[in-house]
Every structure is written in C-alpha cells, then in structure tokens.
Antibody, heavy 121, light 107 residues
Framework: EVQLLESGGGLVQPGGSLRLFCAASGFTFSSYAMSWVRQAPGKGLEWVSAISGSDGSTYYADSVKGRFTISRDNSRNTLYLQMNSLRAEDTAVYYC??????????????WGQGTLVTVSS | DIQMTQSPSSLSASVGDRVTITCRASQSISTYLNWYQQKPGKAPKFLIYVASSLQSGVPSRFSGSGSGTDFTLTISSLQPEDFATYYCQQSYSTPPTFGQGTKVEIK
C-alpha cells in the first residue's frame, strides 16, 4: 500500500525557516516524480513545487521561487521542502503528492495527510 | 499560466440526483485534465485522469468528458459519501493549476 507521511510543520515567525519532510513507502520511490501542493485555510489547492524521480529536475511556482527548495533522498525514500523567508501568505496545509506513472508529471494519484504551516508573529 | 474555472462554485443536490460540474481552461489543454474529490479535513482523492479515465477503485457512477478547453465531471446518481468539494486540474504545462473548487452540498 502506498503511504506518504508528512511532518515538520508548525508555527514560525515571518522571515523564518522551516523544513518539511515526506516519508514514502509502498512503491519504488526513485521512479516517480513528487510534488508539494498547499491549501491555505478555507481556500483551494495550489501547486508549490515538483522534483523528478532520478535526474533531480525541479520546478517551482512563481510565488515560492527563490525562497523554497525541493529535494529528495531516494536512499531514505524521503521528500523535503526547505522553506525560507516565510510570509503570512505561506500559511497552509502542505501535502506531498506522488505522480501516477513513472513517466508522468502532475497526475497526483496519492497524497499524504498534510502538515500545517502557520506563519505568524 | 493556464487558468482553470469551475462552475458552479457550489450546488445543492439530493441523493440519487445526477450532478454535472464544468471546468474550463483558459487555453487548449487537449485531454490533460484531472479531477479530485476532497472532504473536510482530508487530503484530496484522485478520481479521473486524462479527462475520462477512471482511477482504480473509483465507483463507476463518476465519469468525465471533454477535450480542448471544456470538460465535465458527472456523478450519475449522487450518494451520501459524494458530498464533498471537487477540483479540476490541468497537467498540460508547468505550473499545474487547479480550478477553484465546486462544493456539492446536501439539499
């Protein structure tokens, strides 16, 4: 069974940093692109960033480019999101999501339970 | 970026009703269109991909259609567990973008 488990969320002051983790199991992690998708309280879904399975290609939403860094450790089956220079508008539940096929991008067939990031003084 | 617009934003329906949700893309996306269901406090669930392919395990009362810029999600006979918010999402180009959501409520 595919499982994704996020952690690392919490309360942080504006301008601060936080690192999110997503532990994956039940599939060949290195074969699949992975993404982070966020949802502000009471709002819709917003894609944040994606990383390829093996060659390390990364992509970012304009709203986080230059502040967030996505990475992965295929030996640990773990996805990361390093978030710097956090703003109030980054407050959201952050989900990690797996792609449907090893050759696909942006077909989010499995999601974690989410981790809440709150940016506030 | 490709903008995705859903209509309606919300609807009220009864168990057994046929429900249709529309999603429109700001430019042609072929059939690179996916649908998700989200219940309060839960992660989204993947329902349909490439406009009309049903994800494994999803009930056959859900169906999708469309191509180009106009797409629909249809629930043929609404069940109590289907009351949720539904999102469309394009996977045609980066960044992938979602519609604003359609909340399906009990009438």
């Amino acid at each position: 069974e595919v499982q994704l488990l996020e952690s690392g969320g919490g309360l942080v002051q504006p301008g601060g940093s936080l690192r999110l983790f997503c532990a994956a199991s039940g599939f060949t992690f290195s074969s699949y692109a992975m993404s982070w998708v966020r949802q502000a309280p009471g709002k819709g879904l917003e894609w944040v960033s994606a990383i390829s399975g093996s060659d390390g290609s990364t992509y970012y939403a304009d709203s986080v480019k230059g502040r967030f860094t996505i990475s992965r450790d295929n030996s640990r089956n773990t996805l990361y999101l390093q978030m710097n220079s956090l703003r109030a508008e980054d407050t959201a539940v952050y989900y990690c999501a797996k792609d449907l096929l090893s050759s696909s991008w942006y077909y989010f067939d499995c999601w974690g339970q989410g981790t809440l990031v709150t940016v506030s003084s | 970026d490709i903008q995705m617009t859903q209509s309606p934003s919300s609807l009220s329906a009864s168990v057994g009703d046929r429900v249709t949700i529309t999603c429109r893309a700001s430019q042609s996306i072929s059939t690179y269109l996916n649908w998700y269901q989200q219940k309060p406090g839960k992660a989204p669930k993947f329902l349909i991909y490439v406009a009309s392919s049903l994800q494994s395990g999803v009930p056959s009362r859900f169906s999708g259609s469309g191509s180009g810029t106009d797409f629909t999600l249809t629930i043929s006979s609404l069940q109590p567990e289907d009351f949720a918010t539904y999102y469309c999402q394009q996977s045609y180009s980066t960044p992938p973008t979602f519609g604003q959501g359609t909340k399906v409520e009990i009438k």
